[in-house]
Nanobody, 125 residues
Framework: QVQLVEAGGGLVQPGGSLRLSCSAS???????MGWFRQAPGKDREFVAAITWASGNTYSADSVKGRFTVSGVNANKTVYLQMNNLKPEDTAVYYC???????????????????WGQGTQVTVSS
């Protein structure tokens, strides 16, 4: 059984930083791991992802230059370093695992078969 365990959410002031982590276990195939977020009343949206074979990373335009995704291949742990946070970054952040995929599908939620429980990130003064 695949399990994704997330940690690191919380309340931060605008301009502050947070680091999310997600560890995967129980999987047989792991093409990529990524982060999505969902704000109240909005659809779930892609934030960032990393593919293990190539180490390539992908980010949404809205977070480029502020968020950095990284990972440790040996233990399939992915991190999301979030800097210069803005109120519009407030959302539940979900870690996800894709068993297969490609660079063409990496940003699509349907690529990911397994999801974490979500962690709340609130940016407010």
């Amino acid at each position: 059984q695949v399990q994704l365990v997330e940690a690191g959410g919380g309340l931060v002031q605008p301009g502050g930083s947070l680091r999310l982590s997600c560890s995967a276990s129980g999987h047989r195939f792991n093409f990529a791991m990524g982060w999505f977020r969902q704000a109240p009343g909005k659809d779930r949206e892609f934030v960032a992802a990393i593919t293990w074979a190539s180490g390539n990373t992908y980010s949404a335009d809205s977070v480029k230059g502020r968020f950095t995704v990284s990972g440790v291949n040996a233990n399939k742990t992915v991190y999301l370093q979030m800097n210069n946070l803005k109120p519009e970054d407030t959302a539940v952040y979900y870690c996800a695992l894709a068993a297969t995929g490609s660079r063409l599908t990496i940003k699509g939620a349907r690529t990911y078969a397994y999801w974490g429980q979500g962690t709340q990130v609130t940016v407010s003064s």
